[in-house]
């Protein structure tokens, strides 16, 4: 790692592995290579590794280890000096509709990011962006970074509710919204896609690190592509490695 991470406790059972206190794309990718890292070390005692945006909550039992044996395993793996591996395994192909009718918003906060709407889609679906956390819902992702510009803030009141599937915007980030919900972040498209499968054997679509293209298609083409469950709103996933 190329900074060394605070080491919080984190209740009786938990360490916080802090990267930054401030969101970057090399912190985000340091934390989820840290995950991938302890995790794959099968280090005894542990029950959990779970990544946020720049840190890592690991868990362990106190009956098989303690907060000290555990401390120096994660020590020893952060002074290797192991770099981040910012590539994605997998690459998320999502179509998304931007229509009025679908994206609400978009206008104002393509106003709020200094670009044309015509501009807002085109850097949206033009870039790739990374699964940089996954939560407040089950199988939520926040998809990072957009460009400077769009370091926009969230609203000052709530939207009452937004449909499943809301491509939503805030501070450099997208979300793709996993449930009916209120939110302060602004509805700029829509996709059919399902982050959250309860019935399946993977029930989280995503996985942190995980690569994600935005891909725009019209009313009509959104349409069709509602009208296919099957198909999870249109989605590819490409195994790159």
């Known amino acids: 790692m190329s900074a060394e991470p605070e080491l919080c406790p984190l209740g009786v059972d938990g360490i916080l592995v802090r990267f930054s206190r401030v969101l970057t794309d090399e912190a985000n990718a340091q934390a989820l290579s840290f995950r991938d890292q302890f995790a794959a070390a099968d280090v005894d005692g542990i029950t959990e590794v779970a990544s946020s945006l720049t840190s890592v909550r690991v868990g362990f039992d106190p009956a098989q280890t303690t907060r000290d044996e555990v401390s120096k395993a994660i020590r020893a793996l952060v002074t290797e000096d192991i770099q981040p591996d910012t590539e994605p395994k997998r690459l998320?192909?999502?179509p998304a509709c931007f229509s009025p009718e679908h994206a609400p918003q978009l206008a104002e906060a393509a106003d709020l990011a200094g670009v044309t709407v015509d501009q807002a889609i085109a850097e949206i679906t033009g870039q790739?962006?990374?699964?940089?956390?996954?939560?407040?819902?089950p199988g939520q992702p926040y998809l990072g970074m957009l460009p400077d510009h769009w370091d926009i803030p969230r609203q000052s009141a709530l939207t009452d509710s937004l449909p499943r599937g809301a491509l939503i915007t805030a501070v450099r980030q997208l979300i793709i919204w996993a449930a009916d919900a209120p939110t302060g972040w602004r509805h700029i498209g829509q996709t059919g896609f399902r982050v959250y499968l309860p019935e399946t054997s993977t029930p989280f679509a995503?996985?942190?690190g995980d690569g994600v293209q935005s891909h725009a298609v019209s009313a009509s083409a959104f349409a069709d592509i509602k009208a296919d469950p099957a198909t999870n709103g249109g989605a590819r996933c490409e195994v790159l490695r």
């Open 128 to 137: 790739r962006t990374r699964v940089i956390a996954i939560g407040f819902a």
């Open 92 to 94: 998320w192909h999502i």
């Open 206 to 208: 995503f996985q942190p």
